[in-house]
């Protein structure tokens, strides 16, 4: 069997949504407000040992927000961060497809309650209240976010890291999660086109037969973290067969329009934006400073601009809510009408 044409799997998914998709919000945010201690290297991976309902409980929050897309909580679960813990390799290739699994059970009981009719739990939650085309994407985060060390938010790796080592510390992840029942990969929070590239090939050697979406950081609204241009970026991705959409995640909304118009010149794949609410991670003391973010009303205000450049998916990352995720669904359905 021949490996399929992903490239227009998002642009199909849009269609059947009107155009536009509301991706989730922030998780680890979330989850602590749920009474989740995340005070660990492994983060809200963390979570899928102790406390997988949190999770599953967060990711029906995001659905009944609104949206047309959840994330795995396996952006930070890496075979080796879990072997490090003292979980095994077949323990933790467990997890990860579990962590599929929650997203697909959150989605189940939407679902269902959308088809009953029922929303007991939600007290405002009616509004949202449908049955809606909903995809589980599956989070890889980038090696950075494995080191824990705050690199994912600099790109800098050293000499010591190469494409191949890149390659060899996703390869076994990317394998298991493409055969976790997720309806897609979602490389989240690329910091550099070395990791880009590394993605690509990954793909493409291990035929690698879901539809993946490539989605960097940038704290300039030129270029990614690590330095290298968002063109040059948006271009790798852009080459790779399995790579349905294209974005930018994890920066501050005020950046956005930039790198928009960047990833625009090089691809016509959908554009994915989901920016964290604009305040800074502290990688050494790991913790988010607070006071250089921009308001809910600021985030949305955003909306419609992005939407104008050529954006269809729009969510939100690190410190946003399913208060925001209301917000731009809010948005996002008043624009689909139109289509
Ligand atoms: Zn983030």
Same mark, same amino acid.
């Given at each position: 069997?021949?490996?399929?044409?992903?490239s227009?799997?998002?642009?199909?998914?849009?269609?059947?949504?009107?155009?536009?998709?509301v991706?989730?919000?922030?998780?680890?945010? *979330?989850?602590?407000?749920?009474?989740?201690?995340?005070?660990?290297?492994?983060?809200?991976?963390?979570?899928?040992?102790?406390?997988?309902?949190?999770?599953?409980?967060?990711?029906?929050?995001?659905? =009944?927000?609104?949206a047309?897309?959840?994330?795995?909580?396996?952006?930070?679960?890496?075979?080796?961060?879990?072997?490090?813990?003292?979980i095994?390799? =077949?323990?933790?290739?467990?997890?990860l497809?579990?962590?599929?699994?929650?997203?697909? *059970?959150?989605?189940?009981?939407?679902?269902?309650?959308?088809?009953?009719?029922?929303?007991?739990?939600?007290?405002?939650?009616?509004?949202?209240?449908?049955?809606?085309?909903?995809?589980?994407?599956?989070?890889?985060?980038?090696?950075?976010?494995?080191?824990?060390?705050?690199?994912?938010?600099?790109?800098?790796?050293?000499?010591?890291?190469?494409v191949?080592?890149?390659?060899?510390?996703?390869?076994?992840?990317?394998?298991?999660?493409?055969?976790?029942?997720?309806?897609?990969?979602?490389?989240?929070?690329t910091p550099?086109?070395?990791?880009?590239?590394?993605?690509?090939?990954?793909?493409?050697?291990?035929?690698?037969?879901?539809?993946?979406?490539?989605?960097?950081?940038?704290?300039?609204?030129?270029?990614?973290?690590?330095?290298?241009?968002?063109?040059?970026?948006?271009?790798?991705?852009?080459?790779?067969?399995?790579?349905?959409?294209?974005?930018?995640?994890?920066?501050?909304?005020?950046?956005?329009?930039?790198?928009?118009?960047?990833?625009?010149?090089?691809?016509?794949?959908?554009?994915?934006?989901?920016?964290?609410?604009?305040?800074?991670y502290?990688?050494?003391?790991? *913790?988010?400073?607070?006071?250089?973010?921009?308001? *809910?009303?600021?985030?949305?205000?955003?909306?419609?601009?992005?939407?104008e450049?050529?954006?269809?998916?729009?969510?939100?990352?690190?410190?946003?809510?399913?208060?925001?995720?209301?917000?731009?669904?809010?948005?996002?359905?008043?624009?689909s009408?139109?289509?």
């Amino acid at each position: 069997m021949g490996l399929k044409i992903w490239s227009t799997f998002l642009a199909d998914f849009l269609r059947q949504c009107g155009g536009y998709a509301v991706i989730d919000g922030g998780l680890a945010t *979330e989850l602590e407000r749920h009474g989740a201690d995340l005070n660990d290297p492994l983060w809200s991976a963390k979570c899928l040992v102790s406390s997988p309902h949190l999770i599953r409980r967060v990711h029906l929050d995001y659905l =009944e927000a609104g949206a047309n897309i959840i994330i795995s909580s396996s952006y930070q679960a890496t075979l080796q961060g879990f072997e490090e813990k003292g979980i095994s390799r =077949e323990e933790g290739e467990a997890l990860l497809k579990r962590s599929v699994e929650i997203a697909r *059970e959150a989605r189940n009981i939407y679902n269902d309650r959308a088809a009953k009719g029922s929303w007991d739990d939600f007290a405002d939650g009616l509004s949202n209240l449908k049955c809606r085309p909903v995809l589980v994407a599956a989070s890889v985060g980038s090696y950075g976010a494995y080191l824990a060390d705050g690199s994912e938010y600099s790109g800098i790796y050293g000499d010591a890291i190469s494409v191949k080592t890149l390659k060899d510390f996703h390869r076994r992840r990317v394998q298991v999660l493409a055969n976790s029942g997720a309806d897609l990969i979602a490389f989240e929070t690329t910091p550099n086109k070395m990791e880009a590239q590394a993605y690509a090939e990954l793909l493409e050697e291990e035929a690698i037969n879901i539809p993946a979406w490539f989605s960097f950081s940038s704290k300039d609204g030129t270029n990614v973290v690590g330095g290298d241009s968002m063109l040059e970026c948006a271009s790798i991705a852009d080459s790779c067969k399995q790579v349905t959409g294209i974005g930018i995640n994890c920066t501050p909304p005020r950046y956005i329009q930039g790198l928009i118009q960047s990833i625009r010149k090089v691809t016509s794949k959908p554009i994915i934006v989901y920016p964290n609410s604009g305040e800074t991670y502290d990688g050494e003391k790991k *913790e988010w400073v607070a006071s250089t973010g921009v308001a *809910e009303e600021d985030f949305v205000s955003y909306v419609d601009k992005w939407c104008e450049a050529g954006v269809s998916l729009i969510g939100g990352c690190c410190r946003t809510t399913p208060k925001t995720i209301r917000a731009i669904s809010k948005v996002l359905s008043s624009r689909s009408h139109r289509v």
